[in-house]
């Protein structure tokens, strides 16, 4: 059974950093590409980045170019997500998943106010 859980979410002020992290079990990281997605309130999913699977070519959506680095461990089947200078619009439940119809954790909310 596959198993993605999101962690690291919080309540930061802008101008803040946080790292998310997704641990995977029942499948393998590096064996296909992995995103995140984040869900705004009243608003629907948007793709925020992407990994494929040897981990050497990343992708980030324009609103996070130059904010945020995705990267993966594969000694820890661990994605994670460094979100820098973080804005409130950033404000979101954040996922991991396979792709967007594949399997994705509970999310981890992110929340930035001052």
């Known amino acids: 059974e596959v198993q993605l859980v999101e962690s690291g979410g919080g309540l930061v002020q802008p101008g803040s950093s946080l790292t998310l992290s997704c641990a995977a079990s029942?499948?393998?990281?590096?064996?296909?590409?992995m995103y995140w997605f984040r869900q705004a309130p009243g608003k629907g999913l948007d793709w925020v980045s992407s990994?494929?699977?040897?981990?050497?070519?990343?992708y980030y959506a324009d609103s996070v170019k130059g904010r945020f680095i995705i990267s993966r461990d594969d000694s820890k089947n661990t994605m994670y997500l460094q979100m820098n200078t973080l804005k409130p619009e950033d404000t979101a439940l954040y996922y991991c998943?396979?792709?967007?119809?594949?399997?994705r954790g509970q999310g981890t909310q992110v929340t930035v106010a001052s």
């Open positions: 029942g499948l393998s990281l590096n064996t296909l590409t």
């Open positions: 998943a396979t792709g967007l119809n594949g399997p």
């Open positions: 990994i494929n699977h040897d981990g050497h070519d990343t």
